[in-house]
């Protein structure tokens, strides 16, 4: 069989498939906590191992069987802090890219770290049918499996890991059906849920019969419902009608996202609704591109914000903070990158940069005296740590030096 080439190595094209597979595989590779972030490279050896997450066993007794599923940790998990989870369907399949897009939005700071946990079927569809089908050996246990995700696999999940209450539902085609039965059987169960290519035409659109019913009265709650679509006419008329019904006045309370991807297939799909429908559930979570407008006030309000939406307890980042005082800088407002850098130095004491950047402000403000005190402590700090920026924090403090003997 042939596949598109897209990429020339000089070597020899790649198939289109094994390209893909390959940026998701570096992606995960990047992001593995077996990496993480700080890992120096003479601390790693022929034959390391990039461990993604762990097998668990879940035995049900709703469902009369044993569920085996996929945990992945974010990077940051050892910290201590607790965090939002992700529960994704058809374990098997999309266990990897949900776990690829998750660590590479949380670590360019578009979303919090999340916990991934993925459920591998042991009867598709038995689980993600809400009623019976004819012709279909097993179908129409959706019931039995709500209640197995909200009495036993949840309260599993919130007592084996330090997790927050705010839980994220993914699901597609078959499953993203099932993520509409969700939203209309459980609404308190998930804060939001993404629907890729949702089967909504499933038995005479029942979900939808069952989704407009609920609608008669208002939404009980708030959530928030990522809907994607690629290149599939078969499901364009009840996914429309699934749309519709969402912008009901009833609906309010669902922030909607729709998106179409005429270029994606229905198997191709998922990837790119991970990254396009996190992004959207988590568009709070990244900071203002002009941090100076809002100021040090308006970072604390930001986090604090985020904080109690998510569950986190999570403090301004030192580069955040620290670009938050160059900005000031650079507008010279002085005293208030002063203050700004102070209280990176209270958060982070133990990083060299932060009292270089102390003293590059305080220099500027003309206080060379203790600019000079800082630049000794960048410079102290970085000689312990082997601080990469050693060389510079020195010139900075010969710089400040010569200003002092320029001046007396």
């Not at 390959?22 to 906590?33: A, F, K, Y």
């Not at 997790?163 to 209309?184: E, P, Y």
């Not at 209270?346 to 005190?373: Q, R, T």
Request: net charge positive; glycine share 6%.
């Amino acid at each position: 069989m042939k596949f598109r080439t897209i990429y020339n190595t000089g070597l020899r094209r790649i198939p289109m498939r094994h390209f893909l597979f390959t940026i998701v595989w570096i992606t995960c590779l990047i992001c593995s906590p077996a990496l993480a972030e700080g890992t120096k490279l003479a601390d790693i050896t022929d034959g390391t191992p990039l461990k993604l997450g762990n097998v668990r066993i879940i035995h049900s007794r709703v469902l009369d069987e044993d569920r085996p599923l996929f945990v992945a940790l974010p990077p940051d998990y050892e910290v201590g802090e607790p965090h939002p989870v992700l529960y994704v369907m058809d374990g098997r399949t999309s266990f990897l890219p949900a776990v690829s897009v998750c660590n590479f939005l949380a670590k360019a700071g578009r979303m919090p770290s999340v916990i991934v946990v993925a459920v591998l079927n042991t009867n598709r569809n038995r689980d993600f049918t809400p009623v019976p089908t004819k012709g279909w050996t097993y179908s129409g246990g959706g019931g039995k499996f709500l209640d197995f995700m909200q009495t036993e696999l949840i309260p599993f999940i919130d007592r084996e890991y330090r997790t927050t209450k705010f839980r994220i539902f993914s699901g597609h085609s078959l499953c993203g059906m099932f993520a509409i039965h969700v939203l209309t059987h459980r609404p308190d169960m998930f804060n939001a849920i993404l629907a890729m290519s949702p089967a909504v035409g499933y038995e005479n659109e029942y979900t939808l019969d069952q989704l407009e019913k609920l609608l008669k009265q208002p939404y009980p709650t708030s959530l928030q419902l990522f809907i994607s679509l690629g290149n599939e006419p078969g499901y364009t008329k009840s996914v429309n009608r699934l749309t519709s019904l969402l912008q009901l006045d009833s609906a309010h309370s669902i922030e909607m996202k729709y998106r179409k991807y005429p270029e994606l297939t229905h198997g191709t799909i998922p990837f790119k609704s991970f990254y396009d429908g996190l992004s959207f559930v988590c568009r709070d979570w990244p900071l203002t591109k002009n941090l100076a407008e809002p100021g040090l006030e308006g970072l604390k309000q930001h986090y604090a914000t985020v904080n109690k939406r998510y569950g986190t307890s999570i403090v301004p980042s030192e580069a955040a903070i620290n670009q938050l005082g160059y900005d000031l800088l650079q507008q010279s407002s002085l005293k208030k990158a002063i203050r700004v850098f102070e209280y990176n130095v209270g958060l982070h004491p133990d990083s060299a940069n932060v009292y270089d950047s102390l003293g590059e402000a305080l220099e500027a403000s003309g206080d060379i005296h203790k600019a000079l005190l800082n630049y000794s402590k960048a410079i102290k700090l970085a000689e312990l740590t082997k601080d990469a920026n050693l060389q510079i924090f020195r010139s900075h403090l010969i710089r400040a030096r010569k200003k002092l003997s320029i001046a007396q």
